[in-house]
């Protein structure tokens, strides 16, 4: 896989407020995640602690099992802590109520899932249309907002067509396109290249590394295929719900 790295490594942070443009944009304190599996309670997370700056490409490595998308869905708001605390873009997600975090789910963070989650029967470009179903208020140039994020993942001439009939690699990069639609502060990406072929797979990577590069997005990428670490300015392992590697 070759992939053009995202940006120079990292070095230490520096010491500003949390949402200010030079303080993280991510900071997880002692953060967990418990659930019950028959009865019995594990934590899926465990006392996690790390930031993240703005303009970051990060990846998440660790096995199935190892706490990547309780960690991913915590950060994204889908989710809420058990203890610790997480802050993004100075929100402290766990105080948020429920129509703010709603709100910050749609308009500060992108999602990418594995399993894509297009509508079929919909054209490439209403799929990435579908966070300004949910927005608030009026919402100026949508349509050309929507060609351009396609433009950027290079599907422009695919508009309008049917998500039946795109391939797996053109399902993702609408995805994508979803994703960065709204011009998210944090893209999170949950093992994009799960459903596809290497050589997809590695195009997919190179396309979040090239958004992150161009577009200053931060990006966090959960996988466990640790070559991706590569890409990297920032790389956390995860084993049994504990950090073992952080920030270099």
Do not use: C, W, Y
Not at 161 to 177: D, E, N, P, Y
Not at 225 to 242: C, E, K, P, Q, Y
């Amino acid at each position: 896989m070759t992939t053009s790295p995202p940006g120079a490594p990292r070095t230490a942070p520096a010491a500003a407020p949390p949402g200010s443009p030079a303080g993280p944009l991510v900071q997880a304190e002692r953060l967990s995640r418990r659930f019950a599996r028959e009865g019995v309670p594990f934590a899926a997370l465990h006392e996690v602690t790390f930031e993240v700056r703005r303009g970051e490409f990060g990846v998440l490595v660790g096995r199935s099992g190892s706490g990547k998308t309780t960690l991913l869905n915590l950060l994204g708001g889908l989710d809420r802590p058990t203890a610790g605390r997480v802050v993004v873009d100075g929100l402290e997600l766990g105080r948020l109520p429920d129509r703010t975090l709603s709100r910050f789910r749609n308009e500060k963070v992108g999602f990418v899932f594995q399993a894509f989650h297009l509508r079929n029967a919909e054209t490439a470009l209403e799929n990435v249309l579908t966070p300004f179903l949910f927005a608030r208020g009026r919402q100026r140039d949508v349509r050309a907002r929507g060609l351009r994020a396609l433009a950027a993942v290079g599907l422009s001439e695919l508009a309008q067509q049917r998500g039946s009939t795109l391939s797996a690699g053109q399902r993702q990069r609408v995805a994508i396109a979803r994703a960065i639609v709204r011009d998210p502060v944090l893209l999170l990406a949950d093992e994009p290249t799960g459903n596809l072929d290497a050589e997809t797979g590695a195009g997919v990577i190179d396309l979040l590394a090239r958004l992150n590069r161009e577009r200053g997005t931060t990006v966090l990428v959960a996988t466990h295929d640790a070559d991706l670490t590569a890409a990297a300015t920032l790389v956390l392992a995860l084993r049994d719900g504990r950090l073992v590697e952080g920030p270099r």
